[in-house]
């Protein structure tokens, strides 16, 4: 059987696939509406290949009712089939992601996988690395809600705020060495978060809430409000600057 890393990585290619060709054929849509299309081919392909590939195994997707059978299983695929339905929907964006992570009882997100299909790029648990820094003082924040402490840590660590859409692609960025990291809060869900966290953790980087302390998942309520992730080397230094602000 395909390892469950392979597995992930596989559905968010071919999930991305999907919606590239989902934006080219639906460029003349109202954007609310591609967006909505893009968000339900995803969620309906990843859930097809979940339930053929993975069939003893449940799910918690951004696009379908939680029923709550995942809070009984060991096994949990936690996906957001089209992470920045916004940019998604505008054209020229590249910032736009599919995500599949896979949460096990005692043991966290243990394979995921993240695609930015525009850049036809996959990265996975059982692959991905760091890059070199090339992108030292960036720090990447919601284009629509970066968090009220953004510009007080950017000052005291001596680096420019970076607007990018898409919790995946800000994640990747950092691993790309494009940015030194990703800060957020005031909102998110466990599948904004789950396979972005699961794939840079798998490469060395940090990923904890804002505070510090272990990102959870596979909660009743999957709310996650808040996250950094960044190189590891900055870590200490960018959650004590959290704390003052
Ligand atoms: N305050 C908030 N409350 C809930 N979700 C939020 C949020 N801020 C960001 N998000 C979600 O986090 C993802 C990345 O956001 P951003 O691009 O602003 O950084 C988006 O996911 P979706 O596109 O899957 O909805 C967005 O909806
Ligand atoms: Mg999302």
Known sequence: MTTDARFAAQLAEAAGKLLLEVRETGADLDPKELGKRGDQRSNALLLERLAAERPGDAVLSEESADDGARLEADRVWIIDPLDGTREFSKPGRTDWAVHVALWQRGRGIT??????????LVYATDEARLADRAGAGKLLVSESRPPSFAAGVA???GGVLTPMGSAGAKAMAVLRGEADAYLHAGGQWEWDSAAPAGVVEAAGLHASRVDGSPLEYNAAHPYLPDLVI????????ILESIARH
């Open 111 to 120: 394979d995921a996988a993240v695609a930015q299909p525009e850049l036809d």
């Open 155 to 157: 000052a005291d660590v």
């Open 230 to 237: 960044c190189r590891p080397e900055l870590a200490d230094e």
